[in-house]
């Protein structure tokens, strides 16, 4: 299981990446998580983080009718979400070899090429 810690920076970015692929649902969206090995996310970090997204004008949001139930609230991404989306991978890529590099004990310069002699 992730610690939640590790949780924080990167959930928004992942939600947002399986909000491009398709609209979907607050439920769906966690079950995509877990496949994805992120283990049970409780409804109570996901919704918020919804929430958040649609208020920062990430993502729209529109509720349509369930074969099994109530009705769902479903998430689909704006433009500016796509654009957010786009610097959320920038940046984790940036921190995963920044990551990668110190766990290997290696040091690279900032376009990520190793620094043969230090």
Do not use: H, W
Not at 51 to 56: A, F, H, T, V
Not at 98 to 109: M, W
Request: proline share 3%; with cysteine.
């Amino acid at each position: 299981m992730i610690p939640s810690q590790m949780l924080k920076g990167t959930l928004s970015g992942c939600i947002l990446a399986i909000i491009s692929r398709k609209e979907t649902y607050g439920y769906e969206i966690a079950e995509k998580l877990s496949g994805y090995g992120f283990g049970k996310i409780a409804e109570g970090t996901i919704y918020p983080l919804l929430l958040r997204l649609e208020k920062n004008g990430f993502v729209e949001t529109e509720y349509r009718a369930s074969e099994l139930g109530p009705k769902r609230k479903y998430y689909s991404l704006t433009q500016l979400g796509s654009e957010e989306l786009e610097a959320f991978k920038n940046s984790y890529n940036e921190l995963s070899n920044a990551v990668n590099s110190t766990l290997k004990g290696g040091e690279t310069d900032e376009q990520g090429s190793k620094d043969a002699e230090r």
